[in-house]
């Protein structure tokens, strides 16, 4: 590969990207707290299951 013409794509794909809007960061925010939410919820539900099951032990 050729340095200078991976320098010229990276510099060529940054032109080509746009700050997102409020609406779209807000969108993309709620996505991301909504899928950290629903893993730390299934971790608890497998913490709660196993600490139950373990419990008569």
Not at 20 to 41: C, F, M, N, S, W
């Amino acid at each position: 590969m050729n340095p200078r013409q991976t320098l010229k794509n990276m510099m060529n794909t940054i032109k080509l990207t746009k700050k997102p809007d409020r609406e779209e960061y807000k969108q993309h925010l709620r996505l991301v707290l909504l899928g950290i939410g629903a893993v730390g919820t299934i971790g608890f539900i497998i913490q709660f299951v196993f600490s139950v099951a373990t419990y008569g032990r």
